[in-house]
């Protein structure tokens, strides 16, 4: 009980925050950037809706697939023609399947207080995937697109209707999908018009593969993708080799929720995740590239992929990428729940990044897709980043926006998986952990050795992940891995201030310690939304300062030890934090609102690393940790 109070006081909060939210229509801008980075859209769901009075008898809407099955990608244009009056509220929702009800839910209203938001607006019984204004073509107000209905007998026209061409970006959701014609803005809703069904060719397509270490030896890889079909399909890699996929899903009675408010995830949010195939290509060499597909004859085949394997651990040099907090944005006009504005700029930078032949993995850090619930929204986040992350080892650290929910044994009972709880996370990127929700878990590539750990499971003194980072930080072989680097998710120092706030105190009294003592060098951590880099620093207080190079970087000698170096790369997408203008840290030497990654290049006696603009390219910081012989 004491818990779900907690729950409600916090919720109460935000809510108080975002009473004073958006006016009845508000511009597709605002809607981008609301509150907490979630469109104005996310609250239609789950009100009674209205009846639209004299709806237009010539109303339709057509798809350009011309009555064609859809691809597993397409911008489609849908044009909504046959309109009498071309009105403001007027919008088109894109909903799959296509048999989720788009009637009145009423007495249900309550259900969507976990999305942190008590706006009095529409709630519709299935969450609609995107949807438009029709005003988003810009000559539907002046019935630019116009034809005739019916002609006087003088022969002018008697009924003239107008139209809007709206872009659509569509992937394969192994369901149908629906179009649907409201009026009344997101305020008042009505249904005017359906498209009926569109069918995707092939719905059991495998898609959406990505890559992942099991071990340091870098002589095996796992393949993860999704399909409509359960059956065992293979990935075909190398020069004649094959591996068999063992399938797994999960269905909304794994999603949790409490009594009083059941969550996204377990009602309107939900969507079948199909099949997630994964299989173990075995027999490979460290750093070695090599060519796969995936699928059977049955349902399809994938295109042919080249990947790279990741040096093993001990060899002399290693390269990569890090960031976190990163999500998804729509590429078309469309709102959707949940918007990540920077996360394209981020994918692109970093693919391009990839095509220099000089990332050999890649860290995302907690909070992955954002979908919060939403379960459509891991389809759309496994699509943007299939060019990274099906050509090099894509490893993850799980954060609150895939964990945590009151009642689930999260270290902080907030709403902000939706309901998830961690299933579909560890379903989509099964990672070498300790065990089913014990995601926590070490690798070595290249002279590094990581342990990556979960900020929200119990982490204090003598819990299983406690003696577990206590036994693996004891266990390096500085010999053979010389970099210790932590990764994490919520932070032990930033600048950003904020409710609640981004640094717990009882994490950092609990775990600052084991960093100081087996000698970490560098951590990891997102969570805050921007860039940040500290001192040597040990209790707030620096311990070791950095010296200018010859070229002018600052560089910290860990040849005489003295505390880790932290960095906050939480700036891969969501909306970014700021800083304060006064009262900063004398720890927080570099601090930088952009959106951007950090890349590092790590040898046995330097670590180079450089936080990346990615809308630029522009190195925005850098610095270097030397140890040993120079």
């Known amino acids: 009980m004491a818990r779900l109070l907690l729950l409600l006081v916090l919720i109460g909060g935000i809510c108080a925050a975002a009473a004073a939210s958006s006016p009845l229509l508000p511009a597709a801008e605002t809607m981008r950037v609301s509150f907490a980075g979630k469109s104005e859209f996310r609250t239609v769901n789950r009100k009674p809706l209205g009846t639209c009075l004299d709806p237009s008898p010539y109303l339709e809407i057509s798809v350009s697939t011309g009555g064609a099955p859809l691809p597993d990608e397409a911008f489609l244009n849908v044009t909504v023609s046959g309109v009498r009056?071309?009105?403001?509220?007027?919008?088109?929702?894109?909903?799959?399947?296509?048999?989720?009800?788009?009637?009145g839910c009423p007495l249900n209203g309550v259900n969507y207080i976990e999305t942190g938001d008590l706006a009095s607006l529409p709630l519709l019984c299935h969450y609609p995937v995107k949807a438009q204004y029709l005003t988003s073509d810009p000559g539907y107000l002046g019935c630019k697109a116009s034809a005739c209905q019916k002609r006087r007998a003088s022969g002018t026209c008697k009924v003239r209707t107008c139209a809007a061409t709206l872009a659509f970006h569509v992937i394969n959701f192994r369901t149908d999908v629906e179009f649907v014609l409201f009026s009344g803005g997101f305020a008042t809703p009505c249904v005017l018009k359906r498209s009926g069904a569109l069918p995707f060719a092939n719905p059991a397509k495998p898609l959406h593969g990505h890559l992942s270490s099991v071990d340091s030896k870098a002589t095996s890889m796992r393949l993860t993708w999704v399909s409509g079909d359960a059956r065992p399909q293979q990935v075909q890699y190398g020069t004649g080799k094959t591996a068999t996929s063992v399938a797994t899903t999960f269905t909304h009675k794994d999603m949790c929720s409490i009594a009083v408010l059941p969550s996204p995830a377990k009602d309107f949010g939900w969507h079948d995740p199909g099949y997630i195939h994964s299989a173990l290509m075995t027999g490979l060499q460290p750093s070695h590239s090599y060519n796969y597909r995936y699928g059977s004859d049955s349902v399809g085949w994938s295109n042919t992929t080249e990947f790279r394997t990741p040096?093993?651990?001990?060899?002399?040099?290693?390269?990569?990428?890090?960031?976190g907090d990163m999500g998804k944005a729509p590429l078309d006009p469309s709102v959707e729940h949940y918007i990540q504005p920077g996360s394209t700029s981020v994918a692109k930078a970093v693919a391009a990044e990839m095509q220099t032949g000089k990332v050999d993995s890649i860290f995302h850090i907690g909070d992955i897709s954002y979908a919060t619930g939403f379960l459509v929204e891991w389809d759309f986040f496994l699509h943007?980043?299939?060019?990274l992350a099906s050509q090099v080892s894509y490893m993850t650290a799980i954060g609150n926006h895939e964990r945590d929910y009151a009642g689930s044994g999260s270290v902080y009972p907030t709403p902000d998986s939706g309901g998830e709880c961690g299933v579909p996370y560890e379903s989509y990127f099964p990672m070498p952990a300790s065990g089913r929700d014990k995601p926590w878990y070490s690798i070595e590539q290249g002279s590094v050795h990581f342990v990556v750990m979960s900020t929200e499971h119990e982490w204090s003194e003598k819990s299983d992940q406690y003696n577990w980072m206590e036994m693996d930080l004891s266990s390096v072989d500085r010999s053979r891995t010389p970099w210790v680097i932590f990764i994490g998710h919520r932070p032990m120092y930033s600048s950003s201030s904020g409710i609640p706030p981004s640094v717990d105190p009882n994490f950092v009294s609990s775990v600052e310690p084991l960093l100081l003592n087996h000698k970490v060098d560098l951590v990891f951590f997102g969570h805050v939304h921007n860039y940040e880099r500290t001192c040597a620093v040990y209790q707030g207080n620096c311990k070791g300062m950095p010296k200018k190079d010859a070229k002018g970087v600052d560089t910290y000698d860990n040849s005489n030890y003295a505390a880790p170096v932290h960095a906050v790369v939480g700036a891969g997408g969501f909306n970014l934090d700021g800083f304060p203008k006064i009262g900063l840290h004398s720890w927080s030497l570099s601090r930088i609102s952009e959106f951007g990654y950090a890349r590092v290049h790590a040898t046995k006696t330097d670590m180079l690393v450089q936080f990346v603009n990615s809308n630029t390219s522009a190195v925005q910081d850098q610095f270097r940790i030397v140890k040993g012989a120079r």
Do not use: C
Request: no cysteine; aromatic share 8%.
């Open 384 to 387: 943007l980043i299939t060019p």
């Open 85 to 103: 009056r071309p009105d403001r509220s007027h919008w088109l929702a894109m909903i799959t399947p296509s048999n989720s009800s788009v009637l």
């Open 311 to 323: 040096p093993a651990a001990g060899s002399g040099e290693l390269s990569f990428v890090i960031f």
